[in-house]
Nanobody, 121 residues
C-alpha cells in the first residue's frame, strides 16, 4: 500500500507562490501517473493536475497557466508549483497515485493527511 506525505502548504497573500511536495513510498512510483487534488470546505475533492510516468502533464482549467506539476522519480516525489495564487485556491491539497487514463483518472485507495493552503491578505 502506497503511503503519501504532503508538505509545503501555508498562508500566502494573493498573487504569491507556494511549492507543494508529496513523498510517496513504494518501488513502483516511477511507473504510475500521479495527481494533485484539492478540497475546499464544503466542496468535493477535485483533481487539479496530473503527470504521467513519462512526464506528460494536464491541468484543470481553474489552475492552467498558474500551476506546474513535476516529478522526481529518483526521490519518489511529485511537486506542485503554484503561482499567482488566488483566494479561491484555498483548500487542503492532496496527492495520489492515479489509475485509469487521461480524462478518466481515479485515485488510489490511500490518502495522505494533505497540506493546507490558505490564500488571504
Amino acid at each position: 500500500q502506497v503511503q503519501l506525505v504532503e508538505s509545503g502548504g501555508g498562508l500566502v497573500q494573493p498573487g504569491g507562490s507556494l511549492r507543494l511536495s508529496c513523498a510517496a513510498s513504494g518501488s513502483l512510483f516511477s511507473l504510475n501517473a500521479m495527481g494533485w487534488y484539492r478540497q475546499a470546505p464544503g466542496k468535493a475533492r477535485d483533481l487539479v493536475a496530473t503527470i504521467t510516468s513519462d512526464g506528460r502533464t494536464n491541468y484543470a482549467d481553474s489552475v492552467k497557466g498558474r500551476f506546474i506539476i513535476s516529478r522526481d522519480n529518483a526521490k519518489n516525489t511529485v511537486y506542485l508549483q503554484m503561482n499567482s495564487l488566488k483566494p479561491e485556491d484555498t483548500a487542503v491539497y492532496y496527492c495520489n497515485v492515479l489509475g485509469g487514463y487521461r480524462g478518466n483518472y481515479y485515485p488510489g485507495q490511500s490518502w495522505g493527511q494533505g497540506t493546507q493552503v490558505t490564500v488571504s491578505s
